[in-house]
């Protein structure tokens, strides 16, 4: 159930995770973008109404202190040449600048200078009306206007200098909010990146430790749930039966192979039972080349004998058995698979030199002596005739180091670096009846490999030269 309902809830492609992916993305920086659009509007607006009332304001200001002027230089003349027109155009003044002065009044409530400018403009209301001497002594009056009005004037610069410092100030407020919401928002789209670059990359990285564990031979590797788009829960799918056809073949490579070396060494048994036989003289006695006859059989079932034994020890290998560490003695080891191919390096004539005992080691003596067989029996195959083989042993407090050389033909360079790969057949040919199948360098390269050690070809003064190298802790060496 749980299953199903994550199930439910996972985008059913790909294509559609991306999509959701992009779009979640987006959204966050989408948002920073409206607000960075609305946050810039409004500091636009603002502006443009401050500058528009910092013009009308000031505007009005200058005009009252004109008009202030004017309301004096018409009383002025009055008092010169007694005009009555120029009352007229003294109270137009007045009513202007007390039309004027009620907007300023709202501009600036509190400010003392306006209200007394509103008092002073009832006490110059009533010069019409006074005699002409009075009328006279009252025009001191209009200095104290016009210092009101200055004081005025510079009252509202005041207010528009602290307008725009409100915002500045205002600016400041949200270039800092737009800050903050910029790292939050950015944060929030870098976290939904990785959330969704994980989404996508956990099937992957699932389906890849699936492919490896399958390409490793790992039987103990389990089947991984992919959980991610439907592609790739399918590709798991896909792969799930891929690896349990690997496992089925693999069952049957190795049933074929148990039967095969069953069906193949049985009756090869009896082939070489009978060459024995006949050549012990039980059915007659024979000639000298009936026995040449008899002896070459018996060779070449010896030869196939080796080499079904090659194909399944590789086989063996490939499963990676388990060796057992053994405190043994290399010289006498490399006697004993000296002593199975005597009688095939005298008939070859190779002159054998052997490093002398004991040389003790800590090593598995059924993997070193396959090693040792397949690279006595190359050199058998492919050195010359009456050539040279020779065997070399030194230990050290870390490894011990074996060498196989033998004289003849040099390995092709173009074959040095497929040496060790199964099946692979070199341009030099094996001498013999039968051919080679290409496993024996292969089997000793995993007998080497699974003791930790390396087995490799090595410049020599002779032709063919192969080491092995067998790591020994210090422990091993001085365990007895």
Known sequence: ???AVSRRWRPRSLLQLVLLAFLMVMLPLAVLMFQAGQALSELSRLADVSAHQAVEETRRARTLGALALKMERAARQYAVVEDDSLLDIYDERLAEFRRLLASQRSLLPDDPDVRAL???????????????????????????????TEAMQAATNQRIDRRLDDIRQRAKDVQ????????????????????????????????????????????????????????????????????????ELEEQ?????????????????????????????????????????LEL?????GELQQLIEQLLDYNLLQHNRRLESELRDLATLVKEVLAKHRLALQNKGMQV???????????????????????????????????????????????????????GEAIAEEDRQHLFEAFYQGRIRRKGALKGSGVGLAVAADCARLQEGTLELVEDRLAVCFRLTLPQTDEEWHRE
């Not at 509103?118 to 210092?147: I, M």
């Not at 059989?297 to 079932?301: E, K, M, P, Q, T």
């Not at 040792?372 to 030194?394: F, K, P, T």
């Open 297 to 301: 059989i018996d060779a070449s079932g």
């Open 118 to 148: 509103g008092d002073q403009l009832d006490q110059l209301a009533e010069l019409p009306d006074l005699p002409l001497e009075a009328f006279k002594e009252r025009l001191t009056a209009f200095l104290s206007l016009a210092d009101k």
């Open 1 to 3: 159930m749980p299953s």
């Open 253 to 293: 490579k190795q049933q074929f192979l148990r039967h095969m070396s069953h069906e193949l060494k049985t009756p090869l048994a009896s082939v070489r039972e009978g060459s024995s036989l006949l050549t012990d003289g039980v059915a007659g006695e024979l000639t000298q080349h009936q026995r040449e006859i």
């Open 176 to 247: 800092t909010r737009l800050w903050w919401q910029t790292a939050a928002l950015v944060s929030a789209s870098l976290l939904l990146m990785l959330l969704f670059t994980g989404l996508i990359i956990r099937p992957i990285r699932q389906i890849e430790r699936y492919i490896l564990g399958i390409g490793s031979d790992d039987q103990h590797q389990a089947k991984v749930a992919v959980q991610g788009p439907a592609e790739l829960v399918r590709l798991g799918d896909r792969l799930d039966w891929l690896s349990s056809r690997l496992d």
């Open 353 to 407: 030199e052997c490093f002398d005992g004991p040389l003790n080691g800590w090593i598995d003596p059924t993997a070193t002596s396959r090693i040792l067989d397949n690279l006595v029996s190359n050199a058998i195959a492919y050195g010359e005739d009456g050539g040279q083989l020779e065997i070399r042993g030194r230990s050290c407090s870390t490894s011990l180091t074996l060498e196989v050389a033998n004289s």
